[in-house]
């Protein structure tokens, strides 16, 4: 019983690691915009050596001036490259794109949660006495750490259907870079997880039954 559950809270840590670091992170996809390398995540997006959150325009600063401080109009940038980005993002609408990103950090952020819950009930499961004597403190971690794959397997899912039926189409040589990886990664962990966990609390009860006869 105890060697499952320390495979499944091993699992878990590495698993919420994971999780937080695909989600902070801004690498989820990579692409070429004109010639220049760009990369993208669920919170900000880099073109060169500048990156801007989700809900702003390229070129424009933040609080919706559209100017820098100690910027002149005449002097606000105006490439190719920013006018492409920008006329791809108005011609779509902010509307729906504003409300994929939002699913997906929702998503990932309830993974996150149900992961960090699965480990505490996961550490007090080593404990002889459970708090609550109709719910298992295995039980119920197992039960976490599924809630969070299911949470990361639904933030995927929307990532990679809206990127290959909208983002994809509109830019070349792209690819998903190693956020995204990590996120297929921690959803794996925290599936083991879940089954390690599962797995003691099943041996747990078949001991208590045979005990009890």
């Not at 490439?79 to 108005?90: I, K, Q, S």
């Not at 409300?99 to 996150?112: D, G, Q, V």
């Amino acid at each position: 019983m105890y060697s499952f559950m320390s495979g499944g809270l091993f699992c878990a840590w590495v698993g919420t690691i994971l999780l937080v670091v695909a989600t902070a992170t801004d690498h989820w996809m990579q692409y070429r915009l004109s010639g220049s390398f760009a990369h993208q995540g669920l919170w900000r997006y880099c073109l060169g050596n500048k990156c801007y959150l989700q809900t702003e325009s390229i070129g424009e600063a933040p609080g919706g001036s559209g100017r820098w401080p100690g910027q002149s109009v005449t002097s606000q940038p105006r490439g190719h490259l920013f006018c492409r980005w920008r006329n791809l993002w108005f011609r779509e609408g902010k509307g729906p794109t504003q409300a994929y990103w939002n699913a997906t950090r929702a998503f990932m952020i309830l993974s996150s949660l149900c992961a960090t819950s699965g480990i505490i009930m996961g550490i007090l499961a080593f404990a002889q006495q459970p708090t609550f004597t109709r719910l298992s403190r295995p039980f119920s971690a197992g039960i976490m750490f599924f809630a969070s794959t299911l949470f990361i397997l639904l933030a995927l899912a929307i990532y990679t259907g809206v990127t290959v039926s909208f983002l994809g189409r509109r830019f070349g040589d792209w690819r998903f870079s190693w956020s995204y990886i990590l996120g297929w990664v921690a959803l794996l962990m925290t599936f083991f997880a879940g089954l390690f966990y599962m797995c003691a609390y099943r041996m747990h009860e078949c001991r208590r039954l045979s005990t009890s006869r």
